[in-house]
């Protein structure tokens, strides 16, 4: 069996990965707050963990690895979006506009993830729908002197557990003082944070011993997990900037609730990810969600390359150059590949699994694609990867497959016109209107091809004018 070896930053180090159990295989990753579109930082751990969730599948088989990722769709900022709505005169209460939000934003978020080629997540829980749980891990903390209830809020008693602060190498103290933390006459220390709170007439909440409110963030995880997992699996992951005060908070309630489990063995982090060199902010003006560049003609396989080109580890920068290698780069690929519909089941060779078995080093992965000769090792690498070996040319529709027949005999009559003529402006002209919609342009002396590039559109393609 293939030896996969992970950053554990609980331990940092570099460890042998030894599941809890090889035939159930177990991974939480933290999800979005669904309150509006994902951004390009959002990505880059759904990608990450989908190439670690291709490689559990591929170790120990894909019907004993379990994959669970949250949607946190109860929260301030999507209770602030659905006020914003009613206020702008949009109908229903605001419980009905909050479901509508988080619904509609689940399926942007579907939609723009499997534009990246990730797979979907053995689960998918919506915090609304472990609400039970979340109480009775909450009262089980009070019962076990970690938590205490003050006006209706419930908070988590940090000096009561003395490992706080281990996942992150920092003392409570040295927290306090480096750390913006919620001012509270009804705290008993600065570092307590909040397990339940109380919601007033129009803010969504559920019937609890301590009065009828919702759940602090912290504890939406540890809940599900626990449900969906168990009270100890293998690998946790998530974004640098959740390891405080998110993942600290998570370990303290989760193993004070339940002080005979382990809670997560790895817990692994992807870093920040930057554009052209800057911290990704709106004030800059840098800002774009994954729905941005898609709408932009950006492919998300491409979107998907450049955010596994670096290793996890590291910040990412985006760069427009970046993109277009990427693309270019697999363009290559798909065109050493003679027969792709032969390869479409394809695995990879062992060495360049060993690759990505080493803490996920894709990028030494794909420096091992890059120098295949064999059609079978290309294929079955890019398809291990996420990439689709066909391209966009399996999503041609009947219509827009007669569009580039038509069109490419309609380019061979120009081309035979401007020899005659010597005049090729309407030849170069059809040449830009094609490429500019991601058609790809072949002529030879016999021949004019036509063949869907990484940035076809076919609905652009059937609207063009035949005046060109």
């Not at 509006?36 to 894909?62: E, K, M, Q, S, T």
């Not at 504890?219 to 009270?231: K, N, Q, V, Y």
């Not at 529709?397 to 120009?414: I, M």
């Amino acid at each position: 069996m293939t030896t996969i070896r992970l950053y554990n930053t609980a331990t940092r180090s570099k460890e042998v990965f030894a599941p809890l159990d090889p035939s159930n295989v177990r991974m939480y990753v933290c999800g979005p707050t669904v309150y509006d579109r994902a951004h390009l930082g959002n990505a880059r751990p759904v990608v990450v963990f989908d190439v670690l969730f291709r490689l559990l599948r591929h170790v120990y088989g894909a019907d004993h690895v379990t994959y669970v990722r949250n949607f946190t769709d109860v929260d301030d900022k999507i209770n602030a979006e659905a006020l914003r709505r009613r206020q702008a005169g949009a109908p229903g209460s605001l419980e009905d506009l909050i479901h509508e939000r988080t619904g509609e934003t689940i399926g942007w978020y579907h939609a723009d993830m499997d534009a990246l080629g990730a797979l979907r997540p053995t689960h998918e829980p919506r915090a609304t729908e472990f609400i039970g749980p979340m109480v009775a891990m909450i009262q089980a903390l009070i019962d076990r002197g970690h938590a205490y209830e003050v006006e209706g809020h419930v908070l988590f008693d940090v000096r009561s557990y003395a490992a706080y602060g281990k996942l992150s190498g920092r003392s409570v103290d040295d927290m306090i003082a480096g750390a913006r933390v919620e001012v509270a006459p009804w705290k008993r220390d600065p570092m307590d944070f909040v397990l339940w709170k109380p919601s007033d007439a129009e803010t969504p909440g559920w019937a609890s011993p301590w009065g009828r409110g919702r759940p602090g963030w912290h504890i939406e995880c540890s809940a599900m997990s626990h449900d969906l997992l168990g009270p100890a699996f293998d690998i946790h992951g998530g974004g640098i900037d959740l390891q405080f005060p998110h993942h600290e908070n998570e370990i303290a309630q989760s193993r004070c609730a339940h002080p005979d489990e382990g809670f997560a063995q790895v817990w692994m982090h992807n870093e920040m990810l930057l554009v052209e060199g800057k911290k990704m902010s709106k004030s800059l003006g840098n800002f774009f969600t994954v729905r941005d560049l898609l709408d932009q003609g950006v492919p998300g396989e491409v979107i998907r390359f450049v955010l596994l080109s670096t290793h996890y580890s590291k910040p990412m920068d985006w760069t427009a150059e970046k993109a277009a290698q990427a693309e270019a780069t697999l363009r290559r690929l798909r065109d050493r590949i003679k027969a792709p519909e032969v390869h479409l089941a394809s695995l990879p060779p062992k060495e360049f699994i060993l690759e990505v078995a080493d803490n996920l080093n894709i990028s030494g992965a794909i420096a091992l694609l890059l120098g295949y000769k064999s059609d079978a090792d290309i294929a079955g690498s890019m398809n291990f990867l996420g990439f689709n070996i066909l391209g966009n040319a399996e999503h041609l529709s009947l219509k827009s497959s007669r569009t580039l027949s038509d069109w490419s005999g309609r380019l061979q009559q120009a081309r035979d016109a401007a020899i005659a003529s010597k005049d090729y402006s309407r030849v170069d002209a059809m040449k830009t209107a094609l490429s500019a919609v991601g058609v790809e342009v072949q002529m030879t002396r016999s021949e004019v091809r036509l063949l869907p590039g990484t940035r076809f559109d076919s609905r652009k393609l059937e609207e063009m004018k035949w005046e060109t």
